[in-house]
């Protein structure tokens, strides 16, 4: 609840203007109940960041899945739009914020991407322990190589008032991603006969 509450003020204010007083407030606790859960603000930012990686990438999926299918729900290919947006805004809020507190940018680095990009390193090496791809470079480059062509427009058109025409373009865009990563760009040889 405290995460949750933190993360809607940090939404609805920014970063800088929410006050631990208006988060233990939201929540119906003193602040010494806070202070006691959370050490301070950026504590509840990191545990929002943690909180919120789910939104980013699904962990771990089923192995069965094909690998393509695999991918899809990874990245979250069928996150509504409301979800969309919210993700988005709290990366634009957190971008903005961190010009005036650069620990937000440790904070999302080290409890966001390194941890979502560890995760989904995991998965793709065991994927190759299998036998089902065959990584180029080692499983973690990798993770962040398909990370990036993923989120890659998103983050970087989001310090702009980016967003997809629509649900569906954002699938097409992930779909597209996952297929040159597990495919290439290049066209299959032709069969020998």
Known sequence: MIIDCSRRLFLEQGYGATRTEDIATRCKISKQTLYRLFPGKSA?????????????????????????????????IDISEDEDKERLDFFRMTLAEAQTYPELSEITRTNGAQQAHAALAIWMQRQADRGLINLALDALT?????????????????????????GEARRAHIRAAIHVFLHGVCPAPAASS
């Open 44 to 76: 509840l930012f990191a545990a929002v960041v943690d909180a919120d990686r789910p939104q980013w990438l699904e962990l771990p999926v089923p192995d069965d899945l094909p690998l393509a299918a695999a991918l899809e729900r990874i990245f979250r």
């Open 142 to 166: 990798s993770a962040r190589m398909l990370s990036d062509m993923i989120f890659g427009a998103m983050i970087l058109k989001s310090i702009g008032e980016f967003a997809w025409r629509s």
